[in-house]
Each structure stands twice: as structure tokens, then as C-alpha cells.
């Protein structure tokens, strides 16, 4: 079956640094990716959509300006969190649908991002 | 603004019981609807997706139904098992093509007492 890859799986950092989270499609072309986001006891909320060869559109109240998402190939797209406060805190997840609109969407494992 | 309700927020029940877990949608135009698993701290494991055409699927121990014009889901699992504890995720989708992400309800957390 269709294989997305996340990684990091965990990171922790100091406020103010940046962090970079990248999602791949190992045996499918991924044309469209989705970045959703976590916080505890909530549900997944989608954050932005993120098109091979094309800006991503983000979700209301997502700040694009803070995180970054780059689909540069159909295999890979990546989320930079750009000056992570703790707020930001939270489990990060992708998923990825095929060319031919792939059924269910593949999801990532997540990655669970700690801002001290 | 589409919304997904999931009752209950969480169950404890003994081994050996079967259970339904429910999912409500506040706009029936859906394309799909999955059921997930989320165990703690980790990713999404696709359980059953069921078209708006359809009326339930099935995979072993596990059924999902599905009252579109109600908007309406059911996930019922039969003869529950330790191993069953997770929590069970819903999610609609509104396009087909997988054009749009999902909107997903907060999840029932499910406890199987062995």
C-alpha cells in the first residue's frame, strides 16, 4: 500500500529556532499534501494544502508568513515552523493523496514538536 | 463551517463486548467518510472509508455505517479485544479527487479492561 514518510518524528528546541518537517510519498507521486495540526485532546485541524509546483493555500487563521510549506516535487513537501514559540507547541501530521485523487489519504506517523 | 461530533468522548468497557462508537456531521453533502485509529503519540491507521453512495463497510470485527441524509456514522466493533484500545478518529470529505483535506471530529478514546 501507499507509504508516507515523516520526519523528525520528535524534536524539541528553544524558542526563536526554526524547525523543519518534511513528508515524502515513498511508492506514489503525491500531487496534493495536507498539514494538519494537534494540540492535546483536540481534533486534527487542517492547516494548509500544499500543491507540487504551486503555493500552498492556507486554512483560516494559519499564518503563512510562520509556517513555510515547499511541494517542490511529487514525492516531497516540507513545513518549516519559522521562529517556534511554545505556543506552537503541538503533533504535526501530513498526508498525501495521488494524481488520480488516491482514496483514503495516506498519513504520515506525525511529528510531536516541543518549543521549551 | 462543516463540523464533526463524535460521542462518546471516551469508553472503558470489559473485553469480550461489543460496542458502537458515533459520529455526526453538520453538513451531509459529503463525498466520503473514514473512520481512523490514532494510538498515543503516533500517526493514523485507516480503518474503513465508505463512499456517500454506500450504506456501511465492513473489515473484520469492524463495521461503519453511514446516514448521509442524517448525517450519520457508526462504527460498531464486535467482540472487543485489549488490543482494540486506541482512539477511533472520524473524518469527512467534502470533494473527491482528494482535492481538499478532511475535517475530523475530536475522537472517541476507547479503553478495552482486560
Known amino acids: 500500500g501507499a507509504v508516507v514518510s515523516q520526519h523528525p518524528s520528535r524534536v524539541i528546541c528553544k524558542s526563536g529556532t526554526s524547525v523543519k518537517i518534511e513528508c515524502r510519498s515513498l511508492?506514489?507521486?503525491?500531487?496534493?499534501m495536507f498539514w494538519y495540526r494537534q494540540f492535546p485532546k483536540q481534533s486534527l485541524m487542517l492547516m494548509a494544502t500544499s500543491n507540487e509546483g504551486s503555493k500552498a493555500t492556507y486554512e483560516q487563521g494559519v499564518e503563512k508568513d510562520k509556517f513555510l510549506i515547499n511541494h517542490a516535487s511529487l514525492t516531497l513537501s516540507t513545513l518549516t515552523v519559522t521562529s517556534a514559540h511554545p505556543e506552537d507547541s503541538s503533533f504535526y501530521i501530513c498526508s498525501a493523496s495521488g494524481r488520480q485523487g488516491v482514496q483514503p489519504q495516506h498519513f504520515g506517523d506525525g511529528t510531536r514538536l516541543s518549543i521549551l | 463551517k462543516q463540523e464533526v461530533t463524535q460521542i462518546p468522548a471516551a469508553l472503558s468497557v470489559p473485553e469480550g463486548e461489543n460496542l458502537v462508537l458515533n459520529c455526526s456531521f453538520t453538513?451531509?453533502?459529503?463525498?466520503?467518510l473514514q473512520w481512523f485509529r490514532q494510538d498515543p503519540g503516533k500517526g493514523l491507521t485507516s480503518l474503513l472509508l465508505?463512499?456517500?453512495?454506500?450504506r456501511e463497510q465492513t473489515s473484520g470485527r469492524l463495521n461503519a455505517s453511514l446516514d448521509k441524509s442524517s448525517g450519520r456514522s457508526t462504527l460498531y466493533i464486535a467482540a472487543s479485544q485489549p488490543g482494540d484500545s486506541a482512539t477511533y478518529l472520524c473524518a469527512v470529505s467534502y470533494s473527491g479527487g482528494g482535492a481538499d483535506g478532511l475535517t475530523f471530529g475530536k475522537g472517541t478514546h476507547l479503553i478495552i479492561q482486560p
Open positions: 465508505i463512499q456517500s453512495s454506500q
Open positions: 453538513d451531509s453533502a459529503i463525498y466520503n
Open positions: 511508492d506514489f507521486q503525491a500531487t496534493t
